[in-house]
C-alpha cells in the first residue's frame, strides 16, 4: 500500500467498523439495555413467569410468536443469536428440540432448565386405561409429559426456583425476584383454590381432549383425560384410536370434545358429530392465540369456566 492510499483505507476502515457497531446495536440480543437482565423465555408460559418475577428489572423475548405452535419450533439464524447472547435463556428441555439444540451449543452455561426442578409425570398420567387401549401409549410417543405449567402450584415452585436463577446473575436485585415471586405463588395458590373448589361436585369427570395435554391438571383435580391423540398435538390418530374414543365418550356420556387455540379442531369435530356432543377450546396454554388479550391466569380462569360448564359442576 502506498503512502497516499493509507489515509483512504483508514477512513474505509473505520466506515465499515461504524456500520457494524450500527448493526450490533440494531439486532435485538443482549446488550440492547445493560441495565436489566436480557432473558430468552422458550414458549409462553416461561414468558409469563420471567415477566411477572423480573419485572422492570429483566428484558424479556419469547421464541416462540402468539399464534404459533410451539412443540416444533424452528430457529432462525436472529433467534440462535439471541439464545447465545441471552445472560439467561429458560426453556423446558424435551418440549422444543431445536431450543434444547441452540441451548446445548450456545448457551449451556447461562440457561434454566425447568425440567429439572420437580420430576415430570409421565404420559399416562391424569387418564386412564380400557382394555384393548394399550397401543395407544406407543401411539401417544409415551415419555414425559412437559406441560408442569397447567397444575399451578407446579408453576409457583418453578417460579421460586427461576427467582433464585435471576438473582445469581443480578445479585443487586436477588431480594426484588424473591419478592415478586412470593406474590405470584400468592396469586397461583388462590387459581389453584378455585379450580379446587370449582371442579369439586361434578356429574361427570372425564375430559375427551384433542391432545394429551392436561395430565397435571386432571391429576392436581381429580380429573380423567382421555386422549384423542398423544403429547404431540399435530399426530394423526387411527382409525382403530378414534373409535375408541369415540366409545368411552360414548360410555362416559360426554357433552363436549375439547380442542386447541393453536391446532385444527376437525378431529374434535369429527367424533363430536358421531357421539353428538359439542366442542368447546380447552386451551394447554402452550402460547397465546394472536388475538388474544389475555394472559397465563385469564385463560386458566376461562379454563375452568369451560371445564365446569363440560361436567355439569355445582
Known amino acids: 500500500m502506498n503512502i497516499r492510499s493509507a489515509p483512504r483505507a483508514l477512513?474505509?476502515?473505520?466506515?465499515?467498523?461504524?456500520?457494524?457497531?450500527?448493526a450490533a446495536c440494531s439486532s435485538d440480543g443482549a446488550g440492547a439495555d445493560p441495565q436489566r437482565v436480557d432473558v430468552v423465555a422458550a414458549f409462553y408460559p416461561l414468558q409469563f413467569l420471567a415477566e411477572r418475577i423480573g419485572g422492570d428489572a429483566v428484558a424479556v423475548s419469547n421464541l416462540a410468536k402468539p399464534g404459533a405452535e410451539p412443540h416444533d419450533l424452528e430457529l432462525n439464524p436472529r433467534q440462535v443469536g439471541q439464545v447465545s447472547e441471552a445472560e439467561l435463556v429458560v426453556y423446558l428441555k424435551g418440549f422444543q428440540p431445536n431450543v434444547d439444540e441452540a441451548v446445548d451449543q450456545n448457551a449451556a452455561d447461562r440457561a434454566f432448565d425447568v425440567a429439572t426442578v420437580q420430576p415430570l409425570l409421565t404420559a399416562a398420567a391424569g387418564g386412564h386405561e380400557h382394555e384393548g387401549e394399550a397401543g395407544h401409549a406407543e401411539e401417544s410417543g409415551g415419555g414425559?409429559?412437559?406441560?408442569?405449567?397447567l397444575d399451578p402450584t407446579r408453576l409457583a415452585t418453578v417460579g421460586d426456583?427461576?427467582?433464585?436463577?435471576l438473582g445469581r446473575a443480578d445479585p443487586e436485585r436477588a431480594a426484588d425476584y424473591t419478592a415478586r415471586a412470593r406474590t405470584l405463588r400468592g396469586e397461583l395458590e388462590k387459581l389453584d383454590a378455585e379450580?379446587?373448589?370449582?371442579?369439586?361436585?361434578?356429574?361427570?369427570?372425564?375430559?375427551?381432549v384433542s391432545h394429551t395435554a392436561f395430565g397435571y391438571l386432571t391429576e392436581r383435580y381429580q380429573l380423567e383425560q382421555v386422549g384423542i391423540t398423544g403429547l404431540t398435538p399435530d399426530t394423526e390418530p387411527s382409525p382403530q384410536r378414534l373409535a375408541e374414543v369415540a366409545a368411552e365418550a360414548r360410555e362416559h356420556r360426554a357433552t363436549t370434545i375439547f380442542f386447541e387455540t393453536l391446532v385444527s379442531p376437525k378431529v374434535a369435530?369429527?367424533?363430536?358429530?358421531?357421539?353428538?356432543?359439542?366442542?368447546?377450546?380447552?386451551?394447554?396454554?402452550?402460547?397465546?392465540?394472536?388475538?388474544?388479550?389475555?394472559?397465563?391466569?385469564?385463560?386458566?380462569?376461562?379454563?375452568?369456566?369451560?371445564?365446569?360448564?363440560?361436567l355439569s359442576c355445582s
Open 195 to 208: 379450580f379446587a373448589a370449582g371442579l369439586k361436585t361434578c356429574q361427570r369427570r372425564e375430559i375427551v
Open 269 to 310: 369435530e369429527t367424533i363430536a358429530a358421531e357421539v353428538g356432543a359439542k366442542t368447546a377450546v380447552l386451551d394447554p396454554i402452550e402460547g397465546l392465540s394472536t388475538d388474544s388479550g389475555g394472559d397465563y391466569l385469564s385463560v386458566m380462569r376461562t379454563n375452568l369456566q369451560t371445564l365446569r360448564t363440560a
Open 161 to 165: 426456583q427461576l427467582a433464585e436463577r
Open 144 to 149: 414425559l409429559d412437559p406441560h408442569l405449567w
Open 11 to 22: 477512513a474505509a476502515a473505520t466506515a465499515l467498523l461504524a456500520l457494524g457497531g450500527v
